[in-house]
């Protein structure tokens, strides 16, 4: 077979926010750089981003600083975060924002014309520049008018099936386009991922259909390591009803603008379980939480603003014990607001305009009048490939990850923002760096064998003699992800969850697709199905590993935190078996002055 063969210096597979900025800066470097992507350019799921970038700007709040950011995120991590990657953001992060803006992004304004920040979980001061809640629809507007001025040439409904090596070293990577099916090979002496998250793992997600953790997974063929794989955030709210569009993201935008949790009998409940390391910062009253919405500096946070694994677990306590709403969730509701302001409704229409159509056009509620139905919803993985902090390399050599699929920022949980914030600091460090290691590096060749074999691979379910549906065994996948490995686990119910992906690995090796390779659906998700299992099975192992309660993963068998998982990341990584192996490696030592600054903002 012959192969349509294209030659970059660095290649970007994924146009999120992360790929962007790194094909902007790789280009910047002077290198030649191509983008993969395996939607339309400008569909990639950082469209969808709502609430906004976090960034110490302190333009509403002038007490705030990358200190207090840093800070923020660590705790929010609950401190298995790798410090090193939490200082570059928050020390890099307003400038990475104040360039958006130059390239054109239209922020939301202050008063006096500066970008306007807002109120979100975990945040101490407001910190969110954003634009409406169409934020992530701004970001990639604006770069990829960037880019695309700079002259980088995109490939789009390109899908990557796997990497290729030289070696040790990275050497390119191997794809379909959508549209005829057709086999292409990219040489490239790095190749950066910024495939995204892996939402489609479970049943209930916020996440667009391209998040089936492809990156993660080639990066793990590849010979990578995936680090803390077992956090997981379960984003406290998502669309319940109707069953059509459950898990959809309501934003937390809606909490920072005054919305409150109540149960099936009018209770505030959040105000019920405050943890003791947010104690000091969170409102004891409704109207003190109710002041903080509203600016007043003097005023602490309400508690529907702490990080979201609590305000998830609550809620499906809440669900639990048999207050929760009519369909399985609990109320959100920022209509109440009128008794407080004038022109409420009007108000809400103006700060929240897509959770308002949203809601009107699917579900037939009017937000500014009656409070919604919500439940935690599959959203975002901290976990990802392990990379250096400050290049994004990967263990691989000339292999870089930026963005969702990258790990490490975040620790155990991720604060509301930090993601946006993340591809911009990230995306623009792995570019530079991938820029640099292409031109320190010579060209890598290509071995046909190894091309060959991939090609063989991804036509193998054409073969006539294969039976399975493709889309039952990822719904099968996603049912027992969402039950035995979801928001609150236990030993037994994952190690049955192992045993569920090893039966669904069988069977996907009998996976069968008909029709031919033009635009077949079918065929695409016989090939993510891979993906999916890789990634769910790394879930699985790791969070059976961490035994204890952090973050993301919380587990009814141990319920509290434990000293000795404190100083440990988990890492998994291909054996030459072709096994998936668990290590536990230990946190990098955090330097003293950075120990000084969580202290002082404790
Ligand atoms: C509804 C919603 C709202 C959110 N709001 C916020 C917010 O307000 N603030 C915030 O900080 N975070 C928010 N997040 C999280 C944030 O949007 C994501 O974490 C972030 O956008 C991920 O960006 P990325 O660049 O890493 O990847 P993505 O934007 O997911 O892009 C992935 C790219 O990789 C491509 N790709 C994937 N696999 C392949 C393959 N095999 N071959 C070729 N291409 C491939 C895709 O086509 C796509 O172009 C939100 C998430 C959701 C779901």
């Not at 302190?58 to 207090?68: H, I, L, M, T």
Request: negative net charge; contains cysteine.
């Amino acid at each position: 077979m012959d192969y349509e063969t294209h030659e970059y210096d660095v290649l970007v597979v994924g146009a999120g926010g992360a790929g962007l900025r790194a094909a902007i800066e790789a280009s910047a470097g002077g290198v030649r750089v191509g983008l993969l992507c395996k939607s339309l350019l400008g569909k990639a799921h950082t469209v969808m981003a709502e609430g906004g970038i976090a960034a110490a700007l302190a333009n509403v709040d002038d007490r705030d600083s990358w200190q207090v950011h840093f800070s923020d995120t660590m705790r929010g991590g609950q401190y298995v975060n790798n410090w090193r990657m939490a200082e570059l953001h928050a020390k890099e992060a307003p400038d990475r924002v104040r360039e958006l803006e130059a390239w054109g992004a239209v922020f939301d304004r202050t008063s006096d014309g500066r970008i306007l920040q807002r109120n979100f979980g975990g945040h101490r001061y407001p910190r969110l520049a954003h634009v409406g809640d169409r934020t992530g629809l701004e970001m990639i507007r604006t770069l990829q008018d960037h880019g695309i001025h700079r002259g980088i040439d995109v490939h789009m409904e390109f899908t990557v099936v796997a990497l290729l090596k030289d070696g040790e070293r990275i050497a390119g990577i191997f794809g379909y386009e959508r549209e005829r099916g057709r086999f292409k090979v990219f040489r490239a002496s790095a190749v950066i991922l910024a495939t995204g998250g892996l939402g489609r793992a479970y049943r209930v997600t916020s996440n667009s259909w391209e998040g089936t953790g492809d990156g993660h997974s080639l990066a793990y063929r590849a010979g990578a390591e995936l680090l803390d794989m077992e956090f997981i955030q379960f984003h406290p709210t998502g669309m319940i009803w109707p069953p059509s569009v459950q898990g959809i993201l309501v934003t937390e935008g809606v909490r920072g603008e005054g919305g409150i949790l109540v149960n099936n009998q009018g209770r505030r409940f959040m105000f019920d379980d405050i943890p003791e390391p947010y104690r000091n910062q969170t409102a004891d009253n409704e109207e003190e939480g109710w002041q903080y919405t509203q600016g007043d500096k003097s005023a602490r946070r309400p508690p529907e603003l702490l990080t979201r694994d609590h305000v998830a677990r609550c809620i499906n306590r809440e669900v639990r014990d048999g207050r929760g709403s009519p369909h399985g969730g609990v109320f959100l509701d920022i209509s109440w607001i009128h008794k407080r302001i004038q022109n409420a409704e009007e108000h809400i229409r103006r700060k929240l305009p897509s959770m308002y159509h949203q809601f009107k056009q699917l579900a037939d509620i009017d937000i500014t009048k009656e409070p919604m139905e919500v439940g935690p919803t599959t959203h975002y993985v901290m976990g990802g490939v392990r990379v250096d902090a400050d290049t994004q390399m990967s263990t691989v050599p000339g292999l870089f990850a930026a963005g969702e699929c990258a790990a490490g920022i975040n620790g155990a949980n991720r604060l509301g923002g930090n993601s946006l914030s993340d591809l911009l600091v990230f995306g623009k460090r792995a570019g530079e760096y991938a820029a640099r290691f292409a031109r320190e590096n010579r060209q890598p060749a290509i071995d046909r064998t190894q091309v060959d074999l991939a090609a063989r691979d991804a036509l193998a379910p054409f073969e006539a003699t294969r039976t399975e549906n493709p889309y039952t065994i990822q719904h099968d996948l996603q049912e027992a992800m969402q039950r035995l490995v979801g928001i609150v686990r236990e030993e037994a119910e994952m190690r049955n969850a192992l045993g569920v992906i090893d039966s669904l690995k069988a069977r996907a090796r009998g996976v069968a697709v008909h029709g031919h390779r033009e635009y077949n659906p079918g065929w695409h998700t016989a090939l993510d199905l891979g993906h999916l299992l890789t990634v769910s099975e790394a879930i699985a192992l790791s969070a059976i590993e961490r035994k204890e309660s952090r973050g993301g993963h919380f587990r009814e068998d141990y319920p509290e935190k434990a000293a000795e998982f404190a100083k440990v990341n988990m890492t998994v990584q291909q054996g030459a078996d072709g096994a998936m192996h668990l290590r536990r490696i230990p946190l990098p030592e955090m330097p003293p002055e950075l120990k000084q600054v969580i202290e002082e903002n404790k």
